[in-house]
């Protein structure tokens, strides 16, 4: 049986009479610009008539990439100001879209929006297009997923949770068959990292934007890194930790003790080694605030279910999910920044470690409630880094349970 047709691509175009801005920029309220192009466009766009015929042609992009997303346009859930045109290095327009739009992306399984602009000084036209980026389970995947079904009603239940209504029930299927590549391709490299010497570590492992940990360094609070179950989270950090000799015994995970035990003493015995530390999650608080007090750094692994008093329930992906709350306390407590780290395994075969821009503090009267917002933020960059390279995500965990542990 022939696999069902859908759509590779999104289609968007608008059209738009530059006498229209015109009217706008001499007329209107300068504020009303703002609401609808960044402060680098409207300085991109230069002054005297061409200002006019620039920003036309950049307010039919926005709209045509609006369209792209009809449903969430209807909504007002996205709008022009979620889609900035800059030019790239070779000076042609290119589309950088916001966090919110970037997200929508990632969800429909969209690739960069591509836009193509033409204007004659009295009408501006524009077209984008994004193309839908299809997962590639391989042959172990695809076997895995209908001989060794492990966990696969709970695989299949929370990636719909996620993607359902977005994407066709067909591309689901093969996230959850290059999942379970993913995860098979992860034992084999944790077997084999014993026999690999210093050198080759280092050389699996790629570090991008460890300027903003380094950034979080000087401001003298210790570090609290945010992380979860993406990529080859065992090998990556003995790998990572090689180019960086200057915090050896300076990075510590916080974890519970892993089954069997033969195994949890492995991984620590690898750990301790490589010159990272682990604090277990039980009775951890003291050792964590004396981590942070000597400037170390301390990771959190935050993206599974928190039973009991060690929960809030917050959104994830739009449900309600329990929450370690333990990240939000020691943050609001001891002023330490939380950075956003996670780890997958690039096109080229390398590990990549990634850091982004440590998260601002979000203060309340109402300590609970700070507790909360900041852990719903702590979601919202969990789900980014999900939505990025999703089949390297542990889908295998039943991550949305109500407060009694049952499945939601």
């Given at each position: 049986?022939?696999?069902?047709?859908?759509?590779?691509?999104r289609?968007?175009?608008?059209?738009?009479?530059?006498?229209?801005?015109?009217?706008?920029?001499?007329e209107?309220?300068?504020?009303?610009?703002?609401?609808?192009?960044?402060?680098?466009?409207?300085?991109?766009?230069?002054?005297?008539?061409?200002?006019?015929?620039?920003?036309?042609?950049?307010?039919?992009?926005k709209?045509?990439?609006?369209?792209?997303?009809?449903?969430?346009?209807?909504?007002?859930?996205?709008?022009?100001?979620?889609?900035s045109?800059?030019?790239?290095?070779?000076?042609?327009?290119?589309?950088?879209?916001?966090?919110?739009?970037?997200?929508?992306?990632d969800?429909?399984?969209?690739?960069?929006?591509?836009?193509?602009?033409?204007?004659?000084?009295e009408?501006?036209?524009?077209?984008?297009?994004?193309?839908?980026?299809?997962a590639?389970?391989?042959?172990?995947?695809?076997?895995?997923?209908?001989?060794?079904?492990?966990r696969?009603?709970?695989?299949?239940?929370n990636?719909?949770?996620?993607?359902?209504?977005?994407?066709?029930?067909?591309?689901?299927?093969?996230?959850?068959?290059?999942?379970?590549?993913?995860?098979?391709?992860?034992?084999?490299e944790?077997?084999?990292?014993?026999?690999?010497?210093?050198?080759?570590?280092?050389s699996?492992?790629?570090?991008?934007?460890?300027?903003?940990?380094?950034?979080?360094?000087?401001?003298?609070?210790?570090?609290?890194?945010?992380?979860?179950?993406?990529?080859?989270?065992?090998?990556?950090?003995?790998?990572?930790?090689?180019?960086?000799?200057?915090?050896?015994?300076?990075?510590?995970?916080?974890?519970?003790?892993?089954?069997?035990?033969?195994?949890?003493?492995?991984?620590?015995?690898?750990?301790?080694?490589a010159?990272?530390g682990?604090?277990?999650?039980?009775?951890?608080?003291?050792?964590?605030?004396?981590?942070?007090?000597?400037?170390?750094a301390?990771?959190?692994?935050?993206?599974?279910?928190?039973?009991?008093?060690?929960?809030?329930?917050?959104?994830?992906?739009?449900?309600?999910?329990?929450?370690?709350?333990?990240?939000?306390?020691?943050?609001?407590?001891?002023?330490?920044?939380?950075?956003?780290?996670?780890?997958?395994?690039?096109?080229?075969g390398?590990?990549?470690?990634?850091?982004?821009?440590?998260?601002?503090?979000?203060?309340h009267?109402?300590?609970?409630?700070?507790?909360?917002?900041?852990?719903?933020?702590?979601?919202?960059?969990?789900?980014?880094?999900?939505?990025?390279?999703?089949?390297?995500?542990f889908?295998?965990?039943?991550?949305?349970?109500?407060a009694?542990?049952?499945?939601?």
């Amino acid at each position: 049986m022939s696999e069902p047709t859908q759509p590779r691509t999104r289609r968007g175009s608008d059209s738009i009479e530059v006498k229209r801005i015109a009217r706008l920029l001499s007329e209107g309220d300068p504020e009303d610009l703002r609401k609808i192009f960044a402060s680098d466009e409207l300085a991109d766009a230069g002054e005297g008539a061409s200002r006019a015929v620039s920003l036309a042609a950049r307010f039919a992009a926005k709209e045509a990439c609006l369209k792209i997303f009809p449903r969430e346009r209807e909504l007002k859930e996205i709008e022009l100001a979620d889609f900035s045109v800059r030019r790239n290095g070779h000076g042609n327009p290119s589309i950088v879209p916001s966090r919110r739009a970037q997200r929508l992306l990632d969800q429909y399984r969209l690739g960069d929006i591509e836009i193509s602009l033409a204007q004659d000084g009295e009408r501006a036209d524009a077209v984008a297009v994004a193309s839908l980026v299809r997962a590639a389970p391989g042959a172990a995947g695809r076997l895995i997923y209908h001989l060794l079904p492990v966990r696969r009603r709970t695989i299949m239940r929370n990636l719909r949770r996620v993607f359902g209504g977005k994407i066709p029930d067909e591309e689901i299927v093969r996230l959850a068959q290059a999942s379970y590549g993913h995860f098979a391709r992860l034992i084999w490299e944790f077997a084999c990292l014993s026999v690999l010497s210093e050198k080759a570590k280092s050389s699996l492992v790629r570090v991008e934007n460890d300027q903003a940990i380094r950034r979080a360094h000087e401001l003298g609070h210790g570090i609290l890194i945010l992380t979860g179950h993406f990529g080859n989270w065992e090998l990556i950090g003995v790998a990572a930790i090689v180019q960086f000799p200057q915090y050896r015994d300076r990075f510590h995970f916080l974890r519970k003790p892993l089954r069997p035990a033969l195994l949890d003493a492995m991984v620590k015995r690898r750990f301790r080694r490589a010159g990272l530390g682990v604090i277990e999650s039980k009775g951890s608080l003291y050792k964590i605030i004396d981590a942070l007090a000597a400037s170390d750094a301390v990771a959190f692994v935050m993206d599974q279910h928190a039973g009991g008093r060690d929960g809030v329930s917050v959104d994830f992906f739009g449900v309600p999910a329990n929450t370690f709350r333990s990240l939000a306390i020691i943050a609001l407590q001891t002023g330490a920044p939380v950075v956003p780290c996670a780890a997958y395994r690039d096109r080229d075969g390398k590990h990549v470690l990634q850091f982004d821009e440590a998260l601002p503090a979000i203060g309340h009267d109402d300590p609970n409630e700070a507790i909360r917002l900041n852990t719903r933020a702590y979601n919202e960059a969990l789900e980014r880094m999900v939505l990025r390279h999703p089949e390297q995500w542990f889908w295998m965990h039943n991550r949305w349970k109500a407060a009694d542990g049952s499945t939601l």
